[in-house]
């Protein structure tokens, strides 16, 4: 939609000489601020400082074969744990993340199925398959310190736990597993520390003090605000979370986030992409270009291709605009003025 850049600037200069002669609406979500849409990818670290050293000067020291970060539900195990990968990666150190799931459990070296080299498929003997699997592993570290992240370690399947622990069992290898507490894990997981080949580490939940340092870094002025396109949203999901749509009824790929009517605020709005022409354009060369618009707004392909980015294509052809653009008009203006803005 090139026109609709050109049509903004002229209308930003001030240039009165071009006229919109097509709209497409891209429903908003959640407005707090005027411009930027400001948050962090990930929350600053906070506190850890001193297991994130325990743990790098293991992994340097090459005196264990691992440790184990165990602690309950959402006390920070994942987040330490990929702090430690990336300091590790740091220190010259060749790393490999492994995430266990309840669905990956029920299928033999299921979490370990990206790492896995071609010829497991085709071997019969467990513990060749093993030696092999390890030999691969530490292979493809080409000399360098491996260090293996399992997250959620409790939830592996059995031979990729077996595998860890023979990982844990070479000089090689490193392995930092997280574990839920209190949750049971595979046999050869809790051999880790009660064999002695690891560590294990209780993670305790952030302190009340930390956990308002956080809140003050993360909120202290920098994400006072927010408002950008559903497609935005639904581009990004799992990095930002929508508070509401101002769209008559819940966005479909949004299915559980809030309109803002049903929290009680009458907004429905968006954002239009236009296609201007010079004022001095013949009336039926504006009706020609926007039906030809609204024929590539109806198109299906088109359709299918903005809804499934989160767009919603509402045409707004020649014929409607002046009353739109007037409406438009009257409702921006008093919006402009509650905020103080304008004349
Ligand atoms: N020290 C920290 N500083 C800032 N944010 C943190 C810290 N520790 C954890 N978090 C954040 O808290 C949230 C929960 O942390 P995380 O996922 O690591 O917990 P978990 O113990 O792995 O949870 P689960 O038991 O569900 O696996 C994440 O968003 C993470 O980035
Ligand atoms: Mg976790």
New binding site residues.
């Given amino acids: 939609m090139g026109g609709s850049a050109r049509y903004t600037r002229q209308r930003e200069r001030g240039n009165r000489d071009w006229v919109p002669v097509s709209l497409v609406h891209v429903p908003s979500h959640r407005r707090w601020g005027p411009t930027a849409f400001h948050l962090p990818g ?7 400082g001193a297991e994130l050293a325990f743990v790098v000067d293991a992994i340097v020291a090459q005196d264990c074969g691992g440790i184990v970060l165990a ?12 702090e430690v990968v990336r300091a590790a990666a740091g220190q010259r150190c060749a790393t490999e993340w492994v995430a266990a799931t309840r669905a990956g459990a029920s299928i033999p070296f299921g979490s370990f199925a990206h790492l896995l080299p071609d010829f497991v498929l085709s071997t019969v003997d467990q513990l060749g398959v093993l030696r092999r699997i390890v030999d691969a592993l530490i292979a493809r570290a080409n000399g360098r310190r491996l260090v293996v992240a399992i ?2 370690a409790h939830l592996l399947d059995d031979a990729s736990a077996t595998l860890v622990h023979q990982l844990a069992g070479t000089r090689n290898a490193f392995i930092l597993a ?1 574990l ?1 507490a209190g949750v049971p894990a595979p046999d050869p997981i809790v051999a880790l520390w009660k064999d002695g080949m690891a560590e294990r580490l209780e ?1 305790q939940a ?1 302190s009340e003090g ?1 956990v308002h340092e ?1 809140a003050v870094q993360v909120l202290g002025g920098h994400v006072d605000g927010a408002m950008s396109y559903t497609a935005f949203a639904i581009n990004n999901k799992g990095k930002v979370r929508a508070l509401a749509v101002a769209m008559e009824k819940r966005h479909p790929l949004l299915p559980d986030t809030p309109t803002f009517r049903e929290l009680g605020v009458d907004w429905v709005d968006g954002a239009y992409r236009g296609i201007g022409v010079p004022k001095s354009t013949p009336a039926e060369v504006r009706k020609r270009l926007s039906d030809l618009w609204a024929s590539l707004n109806d198109d299906p392909e088109m359709k299918e291709l903005a809804a499934k980015s989160g767009f919603e294509l509402v045409n707004v052809g020649s014929e409607q605009m002046d009353a739109f653009m007037k409406q438009k008009i009257k409702i921006y203006t008093e919006g402009a003025k509650l905020l103080n803005l304008g004349k």
Avoid: C, F
């Fill in positions: 990930t929350w600053p670290l906070i506190g850890r602690g309950g539900a959402g006390v920070g195990k994942t987040r330490l744990a990929s997250d959620d997280t839920r993670l952030l930390q956080l």
